[in-house]
C-alpha cells in the first residue's frame, strides 16, 4: 500500500482495524484502533525530533480520527525537551502532558526527576517482556547492528561478541558523535566498566573511520570503504529497501552492548484519561505495523511482525539492561573525550 493511501486509512473513522497492510496482517497481537475510545480535550505533546516525519504522520492521522482532540506539539531534539521538562517543574509550571523521546535516555532523565505517571497495568502488559516499564512506554525499538560488506566478509569472519571485535583487524565505520553510538557506549560502560570500553574505544579507533552519521556509516560499508561498521539496525534496511543488490549485510552479536535494543517511548506527565488514552493509539497494531513498514523500526507490541529483512526479536540475545540507565551520559561522554574519539 502507499503511503498515502495508508495514512488516508489509519485516519478514518471505521477503517484502521482492517488494514491490508502486508505488516498488519501478519500480526496476531496488538489491539486495534476501533477498540480504543475517541480522543477528546486539549492536550500539549513534547515531541523530540526523528524519523523524517513519520511520527508527524501518525500524529496528523490521529487528529484526522479524533475531531475533538487539540492535540499542540512542541517540536526539538529529544535532550533539549527533556531538560525542559524538568527545568519547567522546577519553576512550578506543567506545559506538557505527554513526552514522546527518541531514545530512551531522555526518558530516563525526566523519570529521575520524578514527573511521570504511573500507567495502567493493561497498557504496559501489551508490551513484549523485557520493555515492560510502569512509568513510560517504549514505542518502537532500535537494534544496535554490525552492517558489514558482504563482497569483503563473510558471517564466520564477524566476531559475535563486541569486545572482540577491539582485537580484530577488520576496518571499521563509526560516528562517535551520533546519540545513537553515545547510548551504544554507555551501555558498554554499565555493562563491562569504565576501564574495559576506555580499553575499547583506544583499540577500535586506530583502525576506525568516522562518519558524521550512522546512515553514512552504512553507505560506506555498502561502498567497500570498511569491511563493517556500528549503526543501529534500520538505516541498513532502508539502504536495502531502495537498492535490494546492496552488498551490505548485518549480523549481531550476542548478549553485550553490541546489540542492545534501544527505545523510543512515550510518558503522560499529567493526570486524567486523556494522555494515557493518547498513549494507547501508539500502541495499537495499525501504528505498530505503519512504523515497522515505513521507518524500519521494530514493534514492541507482542504480535506485532517486526520489518522485513529483521530477524524476531526472540532470535537476537540483546543484554538485559534498563534503558532508563542510558541517561547517564555525562559519565560517556567524558569518557570518549579523554581517550580522544570525541
Known sequence: MQRRTFLQSLAAAGALGTLPLAASAEANG?????????????????????????????????????????????????AALAN????????????????WAVDSGAIGLVTEAG?????????????????????WAPVTGR?????????????????????????SDLSIGWAPAYASFQSFV??????????????????VSKRAK????????VMAVE????????????????LKSGKPDANVDLAFTRNDAGCLVNASGIMALSEGDLPINFIRY????????????????????????????????????????DLTQLADMRPTLDLMRSVGVL
Not at 30 to 53: A, C, K, M, N
Not at 223 to 237: I, K, M, P
Open 186 to 203: 554507555t551501555a558498554m560502560r554499565l555493562l563491562e566498566g569504565e576501564r574495559a570500553t576506555a580499553d575499547w574505544l583506544r583499540s
Open 223 to 238: 561502498r567497500g570503504e570498511v569491511d563493517l561498521g556500528f549503526a543501529n539496525h534500520y538505516y541498513t534496511l532502508r
Open 143 to 167: 537494534i544496535r547492528t554490525l552492517p558489514y560488506n558482504t563482497g569483503r566478509l563473510s558471517p564466520g569472519q564477524i566476531p559475535d561478541s563486541i569486545m572482540a571485535l577491539a582485537d
Open 30 to 78: 496488538g489491539v486495534s484502533v476501533d477498540q480504543l475510545p475517541p480522543l477528546e480535550g486539549d492536550i500539549t505533546l513534547y515531541l523530540g525530533r526523528g524519523e523524517g516525519g513519520l511520527y508527524e504522520n501518525v500524529l496528523d492521522a490521529i487528529r484526522k480520527r479524533n475531531p475533538g482532540l487539540d492535540l499542540k506539539v512542541r517540536r526539538g531534539s529529544t
Open 115 to 135: 514527573l511521570a505517571r504511573t500507567l495502567p497495568a493493561d497498557l504496559t502488559g501489551q508490551l513484549k517482556a523485557g520493555f515492560q516499564y510502569p512509568q
Open 84 to 99: 525542559s521538562i524538568v527545568a519547567e517543574a522546577k519553576a512550578g509550571v506543567r506545559r506538557a502532558d505527554i513526552f
Open 210 to 217: 568516522g562518519y558524521a552519521g550512522e546512515l553514512g556509516v
Open 282 to 321: 501508539l500502541l495499537t497494531r495499525e501504528v505498530q505495523s505503519y512504523l515497522a513498514s515505513e521507518a524500519y523500526e521494530v514493534p514492541l507490541v507482542d504480535g506485532v511482525a517486526p520489518p522485513r529483512g529483521l530477524p524476531s526479536l526472540d532470535t537476537i540475545s540483546p543484554p538485559k539492561i
